[in-house]
């Protein structure tokens, strides 16, 4: 199976920051990669599909780069609506495996 | 507008049997791949199942494989997740999530999740 490895594990930023956040595949997954959002007591939501497109009404502040095994996610100008935990999953070939996640709080 | 509402969580003893369900609206379900993802209290997403459009593509996380059966109903808009042999760590809250495409994809809109406690 595919492990996915995020980091950091949780980040520390302030209103207008902007922040990265990396997700490493144990093998190369070309560009099948996700990321989501998900905020406290609600379902995920997802924001960048195929490792930099970008889902339908997602403001253009998050970007998404990398192909084979190195991945990241930008977050620009950071607003209170931001702070949430942020994972990464591959869907290269199943089992299809989700990063631990990256705890977004503010400082 | 996407609508995924999941049903048959509760309370189960160890080694005892659920069926979660999930109806689908506001979309062609039988063009689209669908998925499970469970999500323990206070921790992150597991990806837990997914099938195909047409079924013909199915796949299971390790950790359930064997226990578990996903399977849909086109005509009915339904997916649903057969859960046996269950064990306390599959407590969690499940998903049902609508796949990008017709076949392995990612879930671009998710349920609101059913809670499944295991515990005697």
């Known amino acids: 199976d595919i492990q996915m490895t995020q980091s950091p594990s949780s980040l520390s930023a302030s209103i207008g920051d902007r922040v990265t956040i990396t997700c490493r595949a144990s093998?190369?997954?070309?560009?099948?990669l996700a990321w989501f959002q998900q905020k406290p007591g609600k379902a995920p939501k997802s924001l960048i599909y195929a490792a930099s497109s970008l889902q339908s009404g997602v403001p253009s502040k998050f970007s998404g780069s990398g192909s084979g095994t190195d991945f990241t996610l930008t977050i620009s100008s950071l607003q209170p609506e931001d702070f949430a935990t942020y994972y990464c999953q591959q869907y290269n070939s199943y089992p299809f495996t989700f990063g631990q996640g990256t705890r977004l709080e503010i400082k | 507008e996407v609508q995924l509402v999941e049903s048959g969580g509760g309370l189960v003893q160890p080694g005892g049997s659920l069926r979660l369900s999930c109806a689908a609206s506001g979309f062609t379900f039988d063009d689209y791949a669908m998925h499970w993802v469970r999500q323990a209290p206070g921790k992150g997403l597991e990806w837990v199942s997914g099938i195909s459009w047409n079924s013909g593509r199915i796949g299971y996380a390790d950790s359930v494989k064997g226990r578990f059966t996903i399977s849909r109903d086109n005509p009915k808009n339904s997916l649903y997740l057969q859960m046996s042999s269950l064990r306390p760590e599959d407590t969690a809250l499940y998903y049902c999530?609508?796949?990008?495409?017709?076949?392995?994809?990612?879930?671009?809109?998710w349920g609101q999740g059913t809670l499944v406690t295991v515990s005697s």
């Open positions: 999530a609508k796949g990008f495409e017709y076949s392995t994809s990612f879930a671009d809109y």
């Open positions: 093998q190369g997954i070309s560009n099948y």
